[in-house]
């Protein structure tokens, strides 16, 4: 069992940075056998898989498409992953999603709420 909650979103200009946290908690902690992602969706278009950190030891991938401008993070002992965003562009407005699966699942099961990113021109 997994709980997700996003923090950070805003409104922010384009070109500017900001850095949103996923805190996780839950009967599964420490949470060694999971991977926890950051997704994020615009209405109307598929979610898009941003990147992963491996709970243990901490391993992190981010996506092609923003490894230029984003990065992952975890803080174990906070359990807090980080994506820290920079450069930003209107289009990376979408609402901001973390999620966690077991590492030998293949869906993700647990989400959370999303919080919203909005880039102004």
């Known amino acids: 069992q997994v709980q997700l909650v996003e923090s950070g979103g805003a409104l922010v200009q384009a070109g500017g940075s900001l850095s949103l946290s996923c805190a996780v908690s839950?009967?599964?902690?420490?949470?060694?056998?999971?991977?926890v992602g950051w997704f994020r969706q615009v209405p109307g278009k598929e979610r898009e898989f941003l990147g992963h950190?491996?709970?243990?030891?901490?391993?992190?991938i981010v996506a092609d498409s923003v490894k230029d401008r984003f990065s992952i993070s975890r803080d174990r002992a906070k359990s807090t992953m980080t994506l820290q965003m920079s450069s930003l562009k209107p289009e990376d407005t979408a609402v901001y999603y973390c999620?966690?699966?077991?590492?030998?699942?293949?869906?993700?099961?647990?989400w959370g709420p999303g919080t919203q990113v909005t880039v102004s021109s």
């Open positions: 999620a966690a699966r077991l590492t030998w699942k293949y869906e993700y099961e647990y």
């Open positions: 839950g009967s599964d902690s420490p949470f060694n056998n999971y991977l």
């Open positions: 950190v491996v709970w243990w030891p901490g391993t992190t």
